[in-house]
Every structure is written in structure tokens, then in C-alpha cells.
């Protein structure tokens, strides 16, 4: 089956901290794999995407490889702002079948203090 | 652009009841999805139209729920004989079929059986 397990949080970070989201997934075929990303008080909004194997996705300073021999798209940022407080929630799109489900994960909450 | 909206934004209902919630997505997007999150959890995906046909629905959709897309624009989610376990935020995305990795999420209508 198809399913996404990501870090649980919620994580805190001081600014300009490092920061990962560790996500792995499981799937049927060969999926895409997004993060989204939940402002307060907000809808979903793609973060950034990889399509296959090796591809790196990025946006707004974050990154995620898609990494086939680990199942594995974590997202990195190299150095968080206040302004990234959000829930994190990683996905993937399953190609099996008519192609059109997405699996997400249950989120990340992240925290960014002054 | 509009982006993708929702009413209500919130429900409040009693157990037995019948409620029916509404989604406008994005103008030109042709493909609209519904999902239901719960708290803690993430989207989980319940059917999705392209155009005006429903072409694929979840296990989790019971026969109790019930999707439409009479023209292809909007679409509604009607819940029949509510249960407390429907309590929920029900989500709606549009995209393009050309881009359908790119959704587009709306607000939410946060459902609460009581």
C-alpha cells in the first residue's frame, strides 16, 4: 500500500537554527513526493516537489532529495525565520491505478522563536 | 484569483442530521478533490472529479457521503445521518488536469457532530 510517515513534532527552533523534517514513505510503482505547508490560519500550499529518483525539489530556501534507496524526502532548511512557523506536511502521489491519490503524512508543526 | 473557497466555514450539527457543504475552485481547474482531516492527522483523500465525473472515491467514502459536480465548477459534499466520527475538517483542491501535481486547497469547512 501507499502511506507517508513523517517526524513528529511539534519542533521549536531559535532563529536561523538548522532545521529537517525527516519523511519516509511506502508505494505501489514509482510516486511523486511533495511537501505542503499549513500558515496559521491558512489552506495547504505546495512547498516544493520532486517527480523521481534523485530529483531535488526547493523553494524558498527549503529542499528535499527524493531518495529511492531509502524511501526517504526530508526537508531541510539551511537557516529558519520566524516567518516559517507552519505545519509540515509531507505527500505522495501514487501513479498505481488511475494515478490521482495523494497520501499525506500526519504533519510537523514547527515554532520559530526570536 | 480567487483561490479556492469553502462554505461554511464552520457546522455545527446534530447527530441524525443531514448537512451539505460547498466548494468553488479555481476558475479554469478542472480537476476538484475533497478530503477529510481530523486533528493530528493528515488530509486523508475521499474522491475527486474531473470535469463533471466523479472519477475515483476512497474506502472511506460510505455510502452515507455523497459528492457532486453537476457543471463542472463547483461541486458539494453532502454527509447524510451524521455521526459523531464524521467531526472533521473537510477540505477541497482544484488543479489543472495538465498540472495535477500542483493542488490547490481551500480553507476548510470544519464540521463538528454533536
Known amino acids: 500500500g501507499n502511506s507517508v510517515t513523517q517526524m513528529e513534532g511539534p519542533v521549536t527552533l531559535s532563529e536561523e537554527a538548522f532545521l529537517t523534517i525527516n519523511c519516509t514513505y511506502t508505494a505501489t510503482g514509482y510516486p511523486s513526493l511533495f511537501w505542503y505547508v499549513q500558515y496559521p490560519g491558512e489552506g495547504l500550499q505546495l512547498l516544493l516537489k520532486a517527480t523521481k529518483a534523485d530529483d531535488k525539489g526547493s523553494n524558498k530556501g527549503f529542499e528535499a532529495t527524493y531518495r529511492k534507496e531509502t524511501t526517504s524526502f526530508h526537508l531541510e532548511k539551511g537557516s529558519v525565520q520566524v516567518s516559517d512557523s507552519a505545519v509540515y506536511f509531507c505527500a505522495l502521489r501514487s501513479f498505481w491505478g488511475t494515478g490521482n491519490q495523494f497520501y499525506f503524512g500526519t504533519g510537523t508543526s514547527l515554532t520559530v522563536i526570536p | 484569483d480567487t483561490g479556492v473557497s469553502q462554505d461554511p466555514r464552520h457546522k455545527i450539527t446534530k447527530r441524525g442530521q443531514n448537512v451539505t457543504f460547498r466548494c468553488d475552485p479555481i476558475s479554469e481547474h478542472n480537476r476538484l478533490y475533497w478530503y477529510r482531516q481530523t486533528l493530528g492527522q493528515g488530509p486523508e483523500f475521499l474522491t475527486y472529479f474531473q470535469n463533471e465525473a466523479q472519477l475515483e472515491k476512497s474506502r472511506l467514502l460510505s455510502d452515507r457521503f455523497s459528492a457532486e459536480r453537476p457543471k463542472g465548477s463547483f461541486s458539494t459534499l453532502e454527509i447524510q445521518r451524521t455521526e459523531q466520527g464524521d467531526s472533521a475538517m473537510y477540505l477541497c483542491?482544484?488543479?489543472?488536469?495538465?498540472?495535477?501535481?500542483?493542488?490547490?486547497f481551500g480553507p476548510g469547512t470544519r464540521l463538528t457532530v454533536t
Open positions: 483542491a482544484s488543479s489543472l488536469a495538465a498540472s495535477a501535481d500542483e493542488q490547490y
